[in-house]
Nanobody, 127 residues
């Protein structure tokens, strides 16, 4: 089992920045992937970014949706067992509930592949 706790959402003006955090606990000693997904009202849940973490944090690989490449950065803190999503140059179309998710094993970009989810945090980009 993996437990995820998110934080860091809020209201920001277009062009601004936010950092989301996802603290993981439980079975984090094997290779696993952690992803950020988002869902806007009336839209499907979509992939944002993911980080594939090899056994005991021995190596990582990051992945991004085309819509956020160059603006968002996913990273991790080994000691805190936490993954971050730094979001810069935010646009109104980035407005959504952002979810952290995790799975044991390889990375996938489909939300259905992730069995563990955080509670979600609202990000609103508006002037």
């Amino acid at each position: 089992q993996v437990q995820l706790v998110e934080s860091g959402g809020g209201l920001v003006q277009p062009g601004g920045s936010l950092r989301l955090s996802c603290a993981a606990s439980g079975r984090t000693d094997s290779s696993y992937a952690m992803g950020w997904f988002r869902q806007a009202p009336g839209k499907e849940r979509e992939f944002v970014a993911a980080i594939a973490i090899r056994w005991r944090w021995s190596g990582v690989t990051t992945y991004y949706a085309d819509s956020v490449k160059g603006r968002f950065t996913i990273s991790r803190d080994n000691d805190k067992n936490t993954v971050y999503l730094q979001m810069n140059s935010l646009k109104p179309e980035d407005t959504a509930v952002y979810y952290c998710a995790a799975r044991i094993g390889n990375y996938y970009s489909t939300w259905e592949s992730y069995p563990y989810w955080g509670q979600g945090t609202q990000v609103t980009v508006s002037s």
